[in-house]
């Protein structure tokens, strides 16, 4: 396990700018932005002991995280 928090900006270094975009003009955008935050701070929380939680919870937190993911690189894509 990683104690890293899996911050958007660090994954996708060259669509910063994009992303500030996005999350300013599109209104869906914007609430993803806000749930991966969500998920990944409670991940990281979990990771650190901070609020653990059992095998299952973490595993559904990290699906949620990745299905986040995926939608925000789809909509990057996309521009």
């Known amino acids: ?32 932005m806000d749930e991966y935050h969500m998920v990944n701070r409670d991940i990281h929380r979990a990771e650190t002991n901070v609020d653990p939680v059992d095998d299952m919870h973490d595993i559904e937190m990290r699906k949620k995280r990745m299905q ?12």
């Open 1 to 32: 396990m990683s104690h890293t928090p899996h911050e958007l900006a660090a994954d996708f270094p060259d669509q910063v700018e994009a992303i500030h975009k996005l999350k300013s003009e599109n209104a869906h955008f914007a609430r993803l």
């Open 68 to 79: 986040l993911k995926d939608e925000i690189a789809r909509m990057l894509g996309a521009l």
